[in-house]
């Protein structure tokens, strides 16, 4: 496997990490992962202008001229992934500096890159997901893509041992967003997802699905949904780089309406994929 490491493509076992990097002692750093369709990086723009948004927010200055698009397609180029279903993920630290809280003089910022081959969820789209609520016990500033997701990772690890999915996280009673997906239910006929603000990711997919309720006249409230209302949604679902538009048929112990996706998570899975097969056609 070829990745990409401060300015260079090299064998991942070649590859050299400080143990004084920040990444490692602080979790000191932010990412992003984008979706590659058989070489099209879907919604690149969005995903670089998100990855500057949370860098500005940490302030890290990744190298000058660094082109994430050209290290991304570089990286499936190498790694025989141009012609595949695959994801790059993309890392910038602080960089390494002997330990210490606040951040060091001139440190140059680590730069780390891989692409991965992915296989699509198909019979997790087809049938749909289970998914359980946990507590949000994550800081406040999750519109941070941080490399530090110590609770979204146990959130998400106790949901894999309660044969679940996802994780949807509820803080101060809304159901918010899942460890790393976004959330939406369906009440009353009306797709309801949490605002933006400091409490969620901005996902990309979130924002490609309302572009597309919008076009399909799905009614739309930005406003979350309270866990003791998660028992009147009739339908669910889950949206990601990964998940793309994932039904969900289980919330906890209650199955939504006759345990099969329904009609508006159909309708917009369906839109959300003849949308990137719009976008990889037009490259
Ligand atoms: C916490 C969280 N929310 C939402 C998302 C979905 O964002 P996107 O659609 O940009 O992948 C992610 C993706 O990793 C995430 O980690």
Redesign the pocket.
């Known amino acids: 496997m070829i990745v990409y490491l401060n300015g260079q493509f090299l064998p991942k076992t070649e590859a050299r990490i400080s143990p004084d990097d920040r990444a490692f002692l602080f979790a000191d750093g932010a990412y992003e992962?984008v979706r590659a369709y058989r070489g099209h990086l879907f919604r690149a723009k969005e995903h670089w202008d998100r990855f500057d948004y949370s860098l500005k927010a940490l302030r890290i200055a990744p190298p000058a001229n660094t082109d994430f698009s050209a290290i991304a397609t570089e990286l499936l180029k190498r790694n025989q992934l141009l012609e595949a279903e695959a994801t790059a993920y993309l890392q910038v630290t602080r960089g390494a500096a002997p330990r210490k809280h606040a951040f060091p003089a001139d440190t140059t910022p680590t730069v780390y890159a891989f692409a991965a081959p992915f296989a699509n969820p198909v019979e997790k789209w087809t049938n749909g997901v289970k998914v359980i609520t946990l507590p949000d016990q994550r800081w406040a500033r999750?519109d941070i893509k941080s490399i530090s997701l110590l609770p979204?990772v146990l959130a998400n690890q106790q949901a894999q041992e309660a044969g679940a999915h996802e994780a949807i996280l509820v803080r101060d009673g809304f159901a918010l967003?899942?460890?790393?997906?976004?959330f939406a239910a369906v009440l009353d006929g009306v797709l309801h997802t949490a605002p933006r603000t400091n409490y969620?990711?901005p996902?990309?997919?979130?924002l490609v699905a309302l572009g597309l309720c919008s076009a399909l006249r799905i009614p739309v409230r930005e406003f979350p949904v309270a866990e003791a209302e998660l028992k009147c949604a009739t339908e669910a679902m889950l949206?990601?780089?990964t998940n793309e538009v994932m039904p969900v048929v289980q919330i906890n112990d209650r199955k939504l309406g006759d345990g099969r996706p329904g009609p508006v998570t159909r309708q917009l899975q369906q839109a959300f994929r003849d949308y990137v097969e719009e976008c990889r056609s037009r490259g």
């Open positions: 992962v999750c979204n967003e899942g460890s790393l997906s976004n969620i990711l996902g990309i997919s979130r949206f990601g780089t």
